[in-house]
């Protein structure tokens, strides 16, 4: 995937950004209530993004899924502008391929943001998952263990701060690979979501977003505890 950015977009907003990049899987699995309650906790984030002052300006949103293919469904830019559309769940679990695509993205979007003089924060990756992924161990090329050497590697240079959300009933196998649950600290987050609270997940992050974006690049901050939505303390 190509990313179409505007540099105009940026020299009109030179406010301190947050890139967020959100990896949804909308495989076959996520069928019924799951996709419903993520298509409503998905548009109620964005909501809440917009209706903070600070975080309108200084949350950068991009969104893939993945369900059969690995399709961009939001770019970065304008968080005002920004259409979503409905998800829909279907095929296979690529998870690999769309960590390796949403590192990609983040990576282009600082390039862009060091071009216009923008200041940012080191990019968060939001990773959901309900089930196994097809492009996995026993896949021929491993795309999941790629991403996770490579998600591990920017973890440990502060380079990123990764929230992996295993979906009912997803295991951990897999998404412990991309960081040290132990170390939560260390910027890779690792917890179950409690039912179908995808509600209650995604105002948990708009409200971290918030705290994030009243702060300062380089400076430490304390996220919201999670507890509305897992059972998991971070």
Known sequence: MTLQLDDSELA???????????????????????????????????????KDEITRYSADIAILTFGGTVEKVLDFGDVENMKLPTFSAGGGTPMGEA??????????????????????????????????????EYAIPDKVAIAAEKARDLIKNKKLSLFSIIIDPG?????EKFSDSDNPEQGGHLAPL????FEEFFVWLSQSVAVVSESS??????????????????
């Open 194 to 197: 409690d039912g179908v609270k």
């Open 99 to 136: 960590t390796l695509e949403a590192l990609d993205m983040l990576e282009d979007r600082k390039k862009q943001y060091k071009k216009n003089a923008v200041t940012y924060w080191q990019p968060w990756l939001v990773l959901m998952t309900d089930g196994a992924a097809t492009d996995g």
């Open 171 to 175: 295991t951990p196998d897999e998404l």
């Open 217 to 234: 690049p380089g400076t430490g901050f304390t996220l919201p505890e999670p507890k509305s939505w897992t059972s998991i303390k971070w």
């Open 12 to 50: 009109n907003n030179p406010n301190t950004r947050l890139p967020i990049c959100i990896a949804l899987d909308t495989s076959g699995s996520m069928a019924g209530t799951k996709i419903k309650e993520l298509n409503r906790g998905v548009n109620i984030f964005l909501e809440s993004i917009l």
